[in-house]
């Protein structure tokens, strides 16, 4: 099973402000177990808010809706994308990491990400093989 921890963004990082190298060298560290340990696919740290946008969807109609965003504890800082056996396995993971933000409490959310098998039977063997040769595209393009 996939899931995403969701690094709650704090004003810190939504002031664009970088963390210090000794916390660099500790995520560093982490993500490397994680690595080792076949768990980690992916993570990254995001750019504040100020620098994306956000896009509305009311039937046809589309609203772009620039940054910066007001609720910065609903805002993303950064994500892992963990491979894990269980939600369980995933939260002994992330109760490992490093506190993602040095001036005080932090906040990660974990969700499981939806398998094709989750879909039932309106995910038909069409839509099953399109989403296969899409992702066999997107690995040959990266």
Known sequence: ?????????????????????????EMGNFNEELVRAGVML???GLHPSRNG????????KRTVIDGPFTE?????????????????????WLKRAPNPFEDGASEVEIRRVF???????????????QEARQRAQMADKH
């Open 1 to 25: 099973m996939r899931f995403i921890a969701m690094v709650r963004a704090n004003r810190a990082s939504e002031a664009g402000e970088m963390p210090s190298e000794k916390l660099l060298t």
């Open 42 to 44: 992916a993570g990254e």
């Open 53 to 60: 946008a956000r896009i509305r969807y009311e039937g046809d």
């Open 72 to 92: 910065t504890k609903e805002l993303i800082a950064g994500f892992w994308l963990l491979q894990c056996a269980s939600l369980e396995e995933a939260v002994e």
């Open 115 to 129: 398998e094709a098998e989750d879909f039932g039977e309106e995910f038909t063997p069409e839509l099953r093989e």
